[in-house]
């Protein structure tokens, strides 16, 4: 009996990875579970490949009652198919060609209407398309990816913030940067009262985003430096009124989860390369930047002790 036991043993040690490899799934971590549960590890692996994060989507209505879209698709770890390239080197909106294929969001030479590169969930893939096209092809991913509502209310928070900023503006239709921008301020004003610095971070980035395409790049600047700052602290989202403790005793940052990203620190890089400034330069900046939100978001680290750190790391990029 005892001898059955250890083959057992032996062939579930030996045969889980083997299988997983097979099954294009992680043999590492399938062993280590065979040496919690033995050969009951071979459970998972016998499922079909499509049985995990099935989604179905159908019969979606809008507002008015008519049908919009009709959806049944499944998602599984192993299902991503890379999506097939059909661009090419014509303008979507005025059919003239181009002297090359877009690669991103680009204007064309010929009429000025902006294309977009996009992936057609209907053929998984990629073309170039009008702005129109764009929107609509992102309202399908929404739905297919069971986002839609998310991506509805951030369609009519757009759409408000648009009239808000056209009355205070006198009529002046405001560009879709200044409407983002808005939004962006609101939802870093909303995360930093809920002490969600982790969200509050993302949105300076986004801000940062911005302005490096706006190519405002000292401005840009500032804002990757403040996330630097934050990151270097270790942020956390804790979801509770600024000035009150959590419940649960997590802190607004953490040491543990300190980490500069190196994306950031790119950006960082080459904004500086085109104002043409010394990464040294920017200390002042960063020591300015540490006093203007001095009391806003608590800080667990000095800008100096931060600024070593962020300067080695730019170095190394």
């Known amino acids: 009996m005892e001898f059955l036991a250890v083959l057992v043993g032996l062939f579930s040690i030996c045969g889980v990875p083997y299988f997983a490899k097979k099954r294009e799934r992680n043999p590492f971590l399938f062993l280590l579970l065979t040496l919690f549960i033995g050969p009951l590890a071979f459970i998972p692996l016998l499922k079909g490949r499509n049985s995990n994060n099935r989604a179905e989507l159908k019969d979606i209505a809008t507002s008015n009652g008519k049908e919009e879209i009709s959806v049944s698709f499944s998602i599984?770890?192993?299902?991503?198919?890379?999506?097939?390239?059909?661009?090419?080197?014509?303008?979507?909106?005025?059919?003239?060609?181009?002297?090359?294929?877009?690669?991103?969001k680009t204007k064309c030479p010929h009429c000025a209407a902006f294309m977009f590169v996009r992936t057609d969930p209907s053929t998984n893939s990629r073309i170039v398309v009008t702005a129109e096209r764009a929107e609509e092809?992102?309202?399908e991913w929404a739905k297919i990816n069971g986002t839609w509502d998310e991506r509805e209310e951030e369609k009519?928070?757009?759409?408000?913030?648009?009239?808000?900023?056209?009355?205070?503006?006198?009529?002046?239709?405001?560009?879709?940067?200044?409407?983002?921008?808005s939004l962006l301020n609101e939802d870093s004003m909303k995360h930093a009262s809920m002490q969600n610095w982790g969200l509050y971070r993302n949105v300076i980035f986004q801000m940062g985003e911005i302005l490096r395409k706006e190519e405002k790049h000292l401005m840009a600047i500032e804002k990757y430096l403040l996330v630097c700052y934050i990151d270097s602290c270790g942020p956390n989202n804790i979801s509770t009124p600024l000035g009150q403790k959590s419940e649960y005793?997590?802190?607004?940052?953490?040491?543990?989860?300190?980490?500069?990203?190196?994306g950031v620190l790119e950006r960082i890089q080459k904004c500086a390369r085109l104002i043409d400034t010394e990464l040294e330069e920017l200390r002042a900046e960063f020591l300015l930047l540490g006093e203007r939100y001095k009391g806003a978001i608590p800080f667990t680290r000095s800008t100096e002790e931060s600024w070593i750190e962020i300067i080695q790391e730019l170095k190394k990029v």
């Open 156 to 181: 009519r928070r757009f759409v408000e913030t648009k009239e808000l900023l056209t009355e205070r503006f006198k009529g002046k239709t405001p560009s879709d940067n200044d409407i983002k921008w």
């Open 76 to 104: 599984g770890a192993n299902d991503y198919v890379v999506p097939t390239d059909a661009r090419v080197a014509v303008c979507p909106s005025c059919e003239s060609g181009l002297a090359k294929i877009p690669g991103a």
């Open 137 to 139: 092809i992102e309202d």
């Open 249 to 262: 005793g997590q802190k607004a940052f953490s040491k543990d989860g300190a980490f500069l990203a190196p």
